[in-house]
């Protein structure tokens, strides 16, 4: 069975610091991809990033980062230098590669960045 | 319109009442998905269809009754619900199983 935990449930930073929100994983599947999630107070999760199972590289966009490491299946997210818009919630999530992919999604962290 | 649509955004209804919320995406994907959001619980996947077809069916109460007409609406028809129902309840599209889901703003439901 899959399983995606995220370990800190509430962070809160000040702004202009850095912040890592962790996310570990647990599948049995070979192929599988990674993601994360914002969900502002608004309710509509929006889309951040995908990473196949294959491709262990480290991104970066913006003020945003994120770390790979298949050997601790982990996929840790990073904000620098973080501003109050980027208070939400975080969700890491993992799904096989079937035809219809089946999300399973961690429980979130809350992150409140404040002046 | 672009992107993934829900309507109602809000929805307060009784025990005892029939009512559908609506999902439409305007993407072109082939998959489309209903979560149900609870407070400090996990996104829990309820329905998935792919290609207009059920593929995917969480062990979700009859009083939920997902429908499909076409590749780009979603309904989630709903009756005699419980309280325990009232939740944020998501609708995602995506290309097929290997990319993304883009989400709606949800449908806030309460039930009294």
């Known amino acids: 069975a899959q399983k995606v935990t995220q370990a800190q449930t509430e962070i809160s930073v000040v702004e202009k610091e850095d912040v890592t929100l962790d996310c570990v994983y647990e599948?049995?599947?070979?192929?599988?991809?990674l993601f994360w999630y914002k969900q502002p107070p608004s309710g509509e999760l929006v889309f951040l990033i995908r990473?196949?199972?294959?491709?262990?590289q480290n991104e970066i966009s913006g003020r945003y980062s994120w770390n790979f490491q298949k050997s601790t299946s982990s996929f840790n997210f990073t904000i620098t230098a973080s501003q109050v818009v980027d208070s939400a919630v975080y969700f890491c999530?993992?799904?096989?590669?079937?035809?219809?992919?089946?999300?399973?999604f961690g429980t979130g962290t809350r992150l409140q960045v404040t002046l | 319109e672009t992107g993934v649509t829900q309507t109602p955004r809000h929805l307060v209804m009784g025990m005892t009442n029939k009512k559908s919320l609506k999902c439409e995406q305007h993407?072109?994907?082939?998959?489309m998905y209903w979560y149900k959001q609870s407070a400090k619980k996990p996104l829990e996947l309820m329905f998935v269809?792919?290609?207009?077809?059920?593929?995917e069916n969480n062990s979700v109460p009859s009083r939920f009754s997902p429908e499909c007409p076409n590749s780009s609406h979603l309904f989630l028809h709903l009756h005699t619900l419980q309280p325990e129902d009232s939740a944020l309840y998501l609708c995602?599209?995506?290309?097929?199983?290997?990319?993304?889901?883009?989400f709606g703003p949800g449908t806030r439901l309460t039930v009294l």
């Open positions: 995602a599209s995506s290309q097929d199983g290997y990319n993304e889901q883009f």
């Open positions: 599948t049995r599947d070979t192929t599988y991809y």
């Open positions: 990473r196949n199972s294959f491709d262990e």
């Open positions: 999530a993992l799904s096989d590669s079937g035809t219809a992919s089946k999300l399973t």
């Open positions: 993407l072109g994907h082939n998959a």
């Open positions: 269809y792919s290609l207009e077809e059920r593929v």
